[in-house]
């Protein structure tokens, strides 16, 4: 995989698109291609050598994507190598599509066609009518262009609504009106597939094409035959297909003909994030927090600095995880990465409101910031019918869970019984996602057991906005471990000892 130090997965993605282009090669004639000896290859062939020239090199073929080096990739690195057309299986927000993208990155940077035509035709070997009669007139003076492998790439999100017409063609009545035929196949406007001759064509949520749609599509990808209001042309296309699909519908509700589930010559079973590690990865490099882009943020005046402790951004990761193992959630939608990066984004808005609010120059999210992350995560996951009406309860269930976890893996109590024993039934605790960072200060002197397990949390930090961030932690951390009382309203929580 790339190196997470150096670029981001948004931005390794773009970069396969190579949107800094080099100029394209000097030639315009089909003589000129010629006598620099360039080989027409098949769209499987091209990507097969580029393909292999990056594994030989210890390049990944995939860009940008985090926790399938072992599983996902070596998949596409035999399909690829294979030459098959590929379908990916997989939930909502397991980078299907970005995978999908990433492919364009071994196609040629630049690719010779005959010039002005609309399915990039090869000079060596035309298909189109218009690219045929051309050739036949002009031979070695064939003009030629020049196609950016970026546009070589192009996708359709399958809706019920999709016709024939978008993926195969029509007829265009403003050449019939122009003075040609109706039998003259130049009137033919083509559709999205033939465009893509010689590239790559995504079908993303297949399985919801229309049945009659996916049969006009195996007959151009299968028989390579398309019949377009009774023109019968035949288009030997060069396409490598690619699709995506939830398992769901591809395997058990039988959404997609027989015929063109055969057409594909690998099927990939993408999956989420093995270990909150990889998914705190992904959170960090894709969140648009403060301070990304380009930088305007970090100059602005008053903006305050961010922070986010170790363990707090590992309660994010736990919480997805602990989303797609939940029975009180629906599981066949999926818990998609997106909900990690969202929450992650909103704990450290609130903390940010928080620090702009009490004049901060630090943001420093905390275990009262978690109350914020139920409006961002409830967009994200579908409870169980029966579950209906607890949507909040069982997601406060779920975030207390994951502060348990970190709580349980991050905190070593040298003397347990004293930091217990300092709680009388007289010494109450505030906390709260409004208070500042300085009066947790307070809580330390009152408490003066949880300084040297708060500053170990915090990793020897002085800043009183970590300092009360790791507070904030270890005193959650005692009451659901049943060693604190807690009443809470809202984000506001007073602790004190269990009588």
């Excluded at 995989?1 to 800094?20: V, Y």
């Excluded at 196609?107 to 000079?123: C, G």
């Excluded at 398309?226 to 288009?235: C, D």
């Excluded at 929450?343 to 004049?359: D, H, K, P």
Aim: no cysteine; charged share 25%.
């Amino acid at each position: 995989m790339t190196d997470p130090e150096q670029t981001s997965p948004a931005q390794a993605s773009r970069a396969d698109l190579s949107l800094h282009l080099t100029p394209p090669p000097d030639i315009t004639t089909l003589g000129g291609l010629r006598q620099a000896g360039w080989v027409s290859l098949s769209v499987a062939d091209e990507i097969r050598r580029n393909a292999a020239a990056r594994i030989a090199a210890g390049e990944p073929l995939v860009t940008g994507v985090l926790g399938f080096e072992h599983t996902v990739l070596p998949q596409i690195e035999n399909a690829v190598l294979a030459g098959h057309d590929l379908i990916l299986l997989g939930e909502r927000g397991q980078a299907k599509t970005r995978i999908v993208r990433s492919l364009v990155g071994l196609l040629d940077e630049w690719l010779p066609i005959v010039a002005h035509s609309e399915i990039n035709d090869d000079p060596f070997h035309p298909i189109s009518r218009f690219a045929k009669d051309l050739a036949a007139e002009a031979g070695d003076d064939l003009p030629i262009a020049w196609v950016h492998r970026s546009d070589r790439y192009g996708e359709k999100l399958a809706t019920p609504d999709t016709s024939i017409a978008d993926l195969i063609g029509e007829v265009d009545p403003i050449r019939v009106a122009e003075g040609r035929y109706l039998s003259d196949e130049l009137t033919i406007h083509y559709g999205l597939v033939p465009r893509l001759n010689r590239g790559i064509f995504a079908v993303n949520e297949l399985p919801d094409l229309a049945e009659r749609i996916q049969v006009g599509l195996l007959n151009v990808l299968e028989e390579r035959d398309v019949q377009i209001r009774g023109h019968r042309v035949r288009l030997p296309l060069d396409i490598m297909l690619v699709a995506t699909a939830n398992p769901e519908d591809y395997t058990n509700r039988g959404r997609i003909i027989t015929p063109l589930k055969d057409r594909f010559g690998a099927q990939v079973r993408t999956h989420y994030p093995p270990d909150a590690a990889t998914e705190l990865r992904i959170a960090e490099f894709e969140a648009d927090l403060p301070g990304r882009g380009d930088g305007e943020e970090e100059g602005r005046v008053g903006a305050p600095a961010v922070i986010v402790p170790a363990f707090m951004a590992e309660v994010v990761a736990e919480l997805s995880q602990l989303a797609r193992q939940s029975p009180h959630l629906n599981q066949r939608s999926g818990v998609s990465v997106r909900l990690t990066i969202a929450n992650y984004e909103t704990l450290v808005a609130n903390a940010t409101r928080r620090a702009l609010r009490n004049g901060e120059a630090v943001a420093v999210p905390r275990v009262s910031d978690l109350q914020a992350l139920i409006s961002s995560t409830q967009g994200k996951v579908e409870v169980e019918s029966l579950e209906e009406g607890r949507e909040e309860l069982i997601l406060a269930q779920l975030v207390a869970a994951a502060v348990l976890l970190v709580f349980r893996r991050r905190v070593q109590l040298s003397d347990p019984a004293a930091v217990i024993a300092a709680f009388t039934e007289d010494t109450v605790v505030h906390a709260g996602d409004d208070l500042t960072g300085a009066a947790y200060a307070e809580t330390l002197a009152l408490v003066p057991a949880l300084d040297e397990p708060a500053r170990a949390l915090a990793g020897g930090s002085d800043d009183p906005a970590v300092l009360a961030s790791a507070v904030e932690l270890i005193l959650e951390g005692l009451h659901l471990t049943k060693r604190l009382n807690k009443e809470a309203a809202g984000s506001r929580a007073t602790y004190r000892g269990r009588s």
